[in-house]
């Protein structure tokens, strides 16, 4: 009852939420560093213009609780920190980046907007289970590549709860489905965004 609009999300997105995770299988225990850098590079090209778009769609009242949960700049981290360890030179902002017309979920109103927020918020939990999985499969060190599956660390649950209240306080009933067709828009858009490179080798150029 309490929060009607983040059961509908979880529900409507469960479907959505399993292919993407399957697509992506994170969890396997034969993920590769290259691998697993093509795919944080990939999660970068989206989630940077994403968070711009986003951003932009807040009123000045949410500027602050938005800007606090980008997670762009630890993308950024990790991709530059993994090619550091490999000695060799990283630039997030030249790679491809979604194009907001074209890639991008259409968001329309704020409960569109906190739709969409829905899922990369979200994300932070399977974190929880990604980031040891991947530190240790490629034996990183602390804090190394993998900031970005590690989201908010100890303030994880703090921060979905926090999200899930200003979510419900803020879109009104008659937008749940505005936010509910923006979070499936989301994940879709997101899984042919990364998946569409996933099936070709990286194209870094290192191939050997
Ligand atoms: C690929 C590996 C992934 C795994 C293993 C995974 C696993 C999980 C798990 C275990 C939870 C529940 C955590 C809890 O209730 O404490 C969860 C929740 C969630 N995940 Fe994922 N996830 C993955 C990827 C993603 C991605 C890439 C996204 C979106 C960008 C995503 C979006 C969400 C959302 C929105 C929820 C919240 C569901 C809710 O309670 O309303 N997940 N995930």
Redesign the pocket.
Known sequence: MQHTL??R??ND??VC?TR????????RDDLQRDEYIALLQR?YGYVAPWEDAIGACMPASLRAFFDERRKAPLLAADIADLAALSGERAAPDALPHADALADLPRISDIGGAFGSM?????????????APHVARLLDLPPVIGNTYFDGYGART?SM?NAFRETAAATVPEAQYDSAVSA?ID??ET?QAW?CSSLETPATSGAAA
Not at 20 to 27: F, I, K, R, S
Not at 118 to 130: D, K, P
């Open positions: 983040l059961s999300l979880k997105t469960a939420h993407l995770e399957n697509a992506l299988d994170l969890m999660f829905y899922v990369m918020e979200g994300s932070t939990l399977g974190g929880r289970f990604i649950g979905w979070a989301t994940f997101l990364l």
